[in-house]
């Protein structure tokens, strides 16, 4: 464990050196700038309440809401299967967080059971037997955590920027002792090599390192595409679309819309090309202002231009009520009403 850790800070000052800048969007310059004096290893014990992971994670707020929210889930996917991923531990040191029989329920990983429940309802309705997972933008390493345990002998990458890296190489390397890691410091050539899919369990890597001759059966990307720049996701995509595995599968959640780069990031305009079968889109569990949507890798019968179209429909839909709320809120009643009444004339 001591060298796994010494890794763990080698790997980050080499990536931090090496680093990359196109990749760094507005949104997260922002974010990390007043960070990065925290961003040291005597400070990652506590990386859930010191700030670290803010932007990565989801604070639990009130007790009440929290219990709502796991009682929600209970009743969608049932008790054994909810308390079966729930943890025991607390990582990170999240304050605040209720526990039920000695089980954290966190928001953000009820958020992730749920999403984890969609991935292996998609999976066993698939026949996939997943060798090599690929999730883009791991934030701190929730899901990836939650995947690692369901998949078994599914081989794990990590593609994410040093400081989210930093992060779930800790969270990681804690909740799987067991596992053998492939840390930036470990790459030679920038290069991910079969042979290391090989030796490795779970690889967690920076966006510049490439992916040489490997075949991935599953990209997941969950709420970060949206804080990237319009470039930076054509990259991403252009990854994905040449690595994937025929009839792979790609669940991308990610915000009808968000602003936080500097210009509109939006889903619907994601540049998938023409090889993608919709298998389910729809707006997100306990995130109305997110868009769900798993594609299958296939070469005929694509229709993800079509749901793209639909998709931004749902857009423009949630972009009005969002304008519709926030002027409810600036304007005098009386002028709210009437911009309300030429509204509807005009819809008639």
Not at 10 to 35: A, F, M, P, T, V
Not at 50 to 71: A, V
Request: glycine content about 2%; hydrophobic content about 35%; aromatic content about 10%.
């Amino acid at each position: 464990m001591k060298n796994q850790i010494k890794k763990i800070n080698l790997s980050h000052i080499k990536s931090i050196q090496d680093y990359d800048n196109k990749y760094k969007s507005d949104h997260w310059q922002r974010g990390y700038e007043k960070k990065k004096e925290r961003l040291k290893f005597n400070n990652i014990e506590n990386f859930r309440n010191n700030s670290l992971s803010d932007g990565l994670d989801t604070r639990p707020g009130s007790i009440e809401s929290q219990k709502k929210l796991y009682n929600q889930l209970k009743d969608e996917i049932g008790i054994k299967y909810l308390r079966k991923n729930l943890s025991n531990s607390n990582i990170g040191n999240l304050k605040n967080v209720l526990r039920i029989e000695n089980k954290l329920i966190d928001p953000n990983l009820l958020f992730h059971i749920k999403q984890l429940y969609e991935i292996q309802k998609q999976v066993k309705k698939k026949n996939l037997k997943p060798k090599i997972i690929c999730e883009i933008g791991a934030g701190f390493g929730s899901l990836s955590h939650l995947l690692i345990k369901n998949f078994k002998n599914t081989k794990y990458i990590i593609y994410d920027l040093p400081e989210a890296n930093f992060l779930s190489s800790y969270y990681l390397l804690k909740k799987n002792t067991k596992k053998k890691f492939l840390f930036y410091c470990d790459i030679k050539n920038k290069k991910l090599s079969v042979n290391d899919i090989k030796n490795y369990d779970i690889i967690i890597i920076p966006p510049w390192v490439n992916l040489k001759d490997i075949k991935v059966d599953i990209f997941i990307n969950l709420r970060s595409f949206m804080e990237m720049d319009k470039i930076v996701i054509k990259k991403y995509f252009t990854l994905i679309q040449k690595t994937i595995k025929n009839s792979g599968i790609f669940i991308n959640i990610n915000r009808y819309e968000k602003r936080t780069v500097g210009y509109p990031i939006r889903i619907a305009e994601y540049p998938y090309d023409n090889k993608w079968k919709v298998i389910k889109s729809e707006p997100t569990w306990n995130s109305p202002h997110s868009h769900t949507l798993i594609v299958e890798r296939k070469i005929k019968k694509s229709d993800i231009k079509t749901e793209l179209k639909k998709i931004k429909k749902l857009t423009i839909k949630e972009n009005f009520k969002i304008n519709k709320h926030f002027l409810k809120n600036i304007l005098p009643r009386s002028i709210f009403l009437f911009l309300q009444r030429v509204k509807h004339s005009f819809n008639k």
